[in-house]
């Protein structure tokens, strides 16, 4: 893999176990810093194998993310992809993650020095700053994932870390943007849906308190969004958890 | 008249400019077509004189567009990786959402009828040429009003461009802007 952009260690805002994301000033300012997200190799796999692997996996989450726009599902805007140096840029989201709205921190996320009193991160002072309440924030994401699988893409990886609030522009509507679609792929099964919802209410039993209600105010917009889809989808979410629920027991 | 855009890992400077009610788009596109096989030091000047890439500026929706099909450019030259000939030639091809490169250069170039033009001259090393030869040259060779690049979005041929790129119905501008500058994005991964 050759470099030729020089990415500055000072610009990371996550390092995760296969990639790095930077907030970078990749177009001449006043141009917006834009996000590069670099797969590194993984040395313990062969390189050449290794390489291809990662070249078409960022093949495959480019092109997912202009499906994405082109369903009107609020993604991040791509600016960049470099398959022989292993980069994907896309817009910043100028905003704060779900998860953290919430009030359970930011993972893997290296925070900024002002940002140190993460630990007693209050919910409803997101919300407040936000200006939406924890029942359109769920409406919101019910109805990103609504849109999504209902142009037959699945993400493959929904937690709460992967959907961001963005900062709100005057008396713009408040806007929900899926992000990270590295694990994403086309489908048209219903098994496949239903899985997806099934990680995200596995994410929110595991990191928010009292998560049941919540996530039936996300199903609830969904399923208003998928209409006469929903049925099905609905049938199988339940067949998925009884899985679920089988094997943690064996397990 | 010139807009500069520094992009110091290609060690290169863009130079831009945007011109209205250009009148000589015709006798542009075939000093171009000319200039490529003229021999001797008058080919050199005249292949200087044009060393731009003429844009269709109706089919720009918005800098970022610009420079996302400038930036493709430069990262294809830096790895020598070109589809076309030159790094100007690269910006027209990234703009195109095929892989039909007289197709780019027929859409997204200077055509016959073109009053709306964006000039796009990359410099690399950055001191190659100075900014007051290119304006020279664009003020001798472009016939027409130089206006801020800030005029750019008002110019926007959206008909031309929901065929071009197959853009939804009824959907907002916003989101289409979105979707244009994102296909220029991928572009590498299509
Ligand atoms: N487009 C973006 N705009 C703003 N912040 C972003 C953007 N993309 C990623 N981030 C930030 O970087 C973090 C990690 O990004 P992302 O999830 O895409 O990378 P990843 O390494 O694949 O993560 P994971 O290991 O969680 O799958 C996000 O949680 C978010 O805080």
Redesign the pocket.
């Known amino acids: 893999m050759t470099t030729v952009f020089k990415l500055d260690d000072a610009d990371i805002?996550?390092q995760?176990?296969?990639?790095k994301?930077y907030h970078v000033q990749l177009h001449p300012s006043p141009s917006p810093r834009i996000?590069i997200?670099h797969r590194f190799q993984k040395t313990y796999r062969h390189p050449t194998l290794d390489a291809q692997l990662s070249r078409s996996r960022l093949q495959a989450e480019s092109r997912v993310l202009v499906r994405c726009l082109r369903a009107g599902v609020n993604v991040?805007v791509v600016r960049l992809v470099d398959l022989d140096g292993g980069l994907l840029g896309?817009?910043?989201?100028d905003g704060m993650?779900v998860r953290r709205i919430l009030g359970g921190g930011?993972?893997?996320?290296l925070e900024d020095d002002d940002d140190d009193d993460v630990a007693e991160e209050d919910a409803d002072e997101h919300l407040q700053k936000f200006a939406v309440t924890k029942d359109e924030l769920m409406r919101l994401i019910g109805h990103e994932i609504g849109k999504l699988h209902l142009a037959d893409i699945i993400h493959g990886?929904l937690t709460t870390?992967?959907m961001?609030l963005r900062t709100r522009m005057a008396d713009a509507p408040a806007q929900l943007v899926l992000?990270?679609f590295?694990l994403a792929f086309n489908s048209t099964l219903v098994e496949d849906k239903a899985v997806d919802l099934y990680v995200l209410e596995r994410a929110f039993a595991s990191t928010h308190p009292d998560s049941e209600p919540l996530y039936a105010t996300v199903l609830d917009e969904y399923a208003r969004v998928l209409g006469k889809a929903w049925d099905p989808v609905k049938r199988r979410l339940d067949d998925v958890r009884l899985r679920g629920r089988k094997r943690s027991m064996v397990g | 008249m010139l807009s500069s855009y520094n992009y110091p890992a290609f060690n290169s400077l863009a130079h831009v400019a945007l011109f209205d009610n250009v009148t000589n788009a015709k006798e542009l596109r075939s000093r171009l077509i000319s200039a490529a096989t003229m021999s001797g030091p008058d080919g050199e000047l005249e292949r200087e004189a044009v060393n731009f890439a003429f844009v269709d500026a109706s089919l720009v929706v918005s800098e970022m567009h610009l420079q996302t099909a400038l930036l493709f450019a430069l990262l294809a030259d830096a790895r020598t990786s070109l589809r076309t000939k030159t790094v100007h030639s690269e910006i027209l091809w990234a703009l195109n959402p095929t892989n039909n490169i007289s197709e780019a250069i027929r859409r997204f170039g200077v055509s016959d009828s073109t009053t709306r033009l964006l000039v796009v001259r990359v410099c690399t090393p950055p001191t190659s040429t100075s900014p007051e030869n290119i304006e020279t040259a664009l003020r001798t060779g472009v016939a027409g009003d130089a206006v801020p690049l800030s005029c750019l979005s008002s110019f926007t041929d959206w008909s031309k461009l929901t065929k071009y790129y197959k853009l939804p119905a009824g959907v907002p501008h916003e989101r289409l802007i979105q979707i244009v500058e994102s296909t220029v994005g991928a572009k590498s991964a299509a």
């Open positions: 805002i996550s995760g176990a296969e990639a994301v996000c997200k991040p896309t817009e910043w989201i993650s930011d993972e893997g996320v990886d870390s992967n961001m992000i990270d590295g």
